[in-house]
């Protein structure tokens, strides 16, 4: 009595409290592909002392409402309802023995179907504390189906220019659903729609649209499908039909009289191919002479003035008619022939020509380029004077810009420059004696002085004070030649009248 008491206790504890541990472990969600298996994991998390487990139970939750799917017992053991029978088991082998073990009852789904995403019920039944459950969403997935085909079985290029949608590529039954695009080197655009299906798939489809044309036959077109991180691709190759390109070809325009084994050709471009080449010659009939087989005109015999004219081929095929000429004209005379070797003896000269013209332009070039370096050189030399290293002064020697070898120069520098009296009135044409004196006198040491003194004053006398110069206020003097016994002035000279002095 006292244990049942206790153990009433200490349930009712575990319940209120939850101190006793009981959990259900469960991943929060779980996926898979159709067609694929899941497993649903459920384990009980049991306390200590353990309680007993009485019976597990999977439920299926589907617009609110539940629905068993497998129900493990220890005494009755594994059930599964029927929607479920074939493909639900549990993955734990202990749980399907005589005496079971129901601490993990992870659920395996199989041949996985859209109608199993849902959200999943594990719930534990237990003696005393109760029960105990958790959840888990399942997402079933579903990888489309890509197929990509011709729009139209038959594409022609018209000449209207419309935009034909040429190629469908479709990514059908996905879930999610699937992204096209396209990978060519035509030029045309795309339009996608998405369709909802019953089942909660999506199809999406993708139109290539483009002006079919000669130039986009046998071009390829290569549909790309991601879903999931999963790449598919297809690929097809358009099949463009189009009327026939024709020209015709076989005349060089040197057909002269009595040439033979000449033809024309006419060459086509269509698809399918030409069914039909007609020869007809402008403003007349084709000559007995000329054979026709299909697309060739052979000339027999040596050719004559009549066979010139205008010929035309007319191409046909499925699509529709097209046509092309030649005027072809005779000559009496062979033209003139350029043999090969003269064609490469010209070509050569020209190479040569062109060589030579090249390295003169280069040599010319690389002149002018160094004379202009050269030029900026001497512009940045006369740009920075600072730079360049005044040249040595001259070396000179007292009285060389007056007097060399007793003789004078004829002409004065400046006036305002400093010159000797003595020196620049000892002209060749006078005598020494009349040579103006110097005063004060020169006079060397112990010798008396060598002409009487005499006195004047220059245009404008300079007084010397504390190192500043000041005129004098006495007017300008002016020099007249002594009157002597034995001597007397040049006859006609006027007075002459010195320069202005100054100090250096």
């Given at each position: ?343 490469i003896s010209v070509l050569g000269m020209l190479l040569a020509v062109g060589l ?149």
């Amino acid at each position: 009595m006292e244990n049942s008491v206790l153990w009433i206790f200490l349930t009712a504890t575990c319940v209120i409290k939850g101190v006793c541990g009981q959990s259900v472990q469960m991943e929060a969600g779980q996926s898979g592909y159709v067609g694929s298996k899941v497993d649903l994991p459920c384990i009980f998390i049991n306390s200590i002392p353990p309680v007993k487990i009485s019976q597990v139970t999977w439920q299926k939750v589907i617009n609110g409402k539940k629905q068993n799917v497998a129900i493990a017992n220890p005494s009755l053991g594994v059930s599964v309802a029927p929607p479920f029978k074939d493909r639900v088991s549990f993955k734990n082998p202990v749980v399907r023995r005589r005496t079971p073990s129901l601490e993990d009852t992870t659920l395996t789904l199989s041949s996985l179907r859209l109608s199993d995403e849902a959200r999943y019920i594990c719930e534990y039944t237990t003696f005393p504390a109760g029960n105990r459950e958790n959840t888990v969403n399942l997402t079933v997935y579903a990888r489309p189906l890509t197929q990509m085909s011709l729009s139209t079985p038959t594409l022609v290029a018209r000449s209207s220019n419309l935009k034909t949608p040429v190629a469908t590529c479709l990514s059908a039954n996905g879930k999610p659903p699937g992204t096209i695009r396209w990978d060519t080197r035509v030029r045309g655009e795309a339009t996608t729609q998405e369709i909802r299906n019953s089942d909660g798939t999506i199809t999406v489809r993708s139109d290539f649209i483009l002006v079919p044309s000669r130039n986009t036959h046998l071009e390829t077109l290569t549909c790309i499908t991601s879903y999931n991180q999963e790449t598919y691709t297809d690929s097809v190759t358009l099949d463009i039909q189009y009327e026939p390109e024709v020209s015709v070809e076989g005349f060089d325009g040197n057909w002269y009289l009595d040439r033979q084994n000449v033809e024309l050709t006419c060459l086509t471009d269509a698809n399918p191919p030409v069914s039909l080449f007609q020869w007809r010659m402008l403003n007349g009939s084709i000559p007995n002479s000329v054979e026709i087989r299909d697309n060739v005109l052979s000339f027999k015999g040596p050719i004559r003035y009549e066979v010139g004219g205008t010929y035309v081929c007319d191409a046909t095929n499925s699509i529709g008619t097209s046509s092309a000429f030649m005027e072809v004209s005779i000559t009496e005379e062979p033209l003139p022939q350029v043999g090969t070797g003269d064609v490469i003896s010209v070509l050569g000269m020209l190479l040569a020509v062109g060589l030579i013209l090249g390295v003169a332009i280069t040599v010319l070039l690389l002149n002018n380029r160094r004379k202009q370096r050269g030029e900026m050189d001497a512009d940045s030399t006369d740009s920075a004077p600072s730079l360049k290293l005044a040249p040595p002064p001259a070396s000179r020697k007292p009285g060389d810009e007056f007097q060399r070898s007793g003789r004078v120069y004829e002409d004065l520098p400046n006036t305002a420059d400093y010159v000797s009296y003595r020196l620049a009135c000892n002209k060749d044409d006078y005598p020494e004696p009349y040579s103006p004196p110097i005063n004060p006198p020169l006079s060397l040491p112990d010798s008396p002085p060598i002409n009487p003194p005499l006195s004047f004053l220059s245009q404008h006398a300079y007084t010397h004070s504390n190192n500043t110069f000041s005129p004098a206020s006495h007017p300008s003097s002016v020099f007249r030649y002594p009157s002597l016994p034995s001597l007397s002035p040049p006859p006609g000279l006027a007075p002459y009248t010195f320069p202005k002095e100054q100090y250096v």
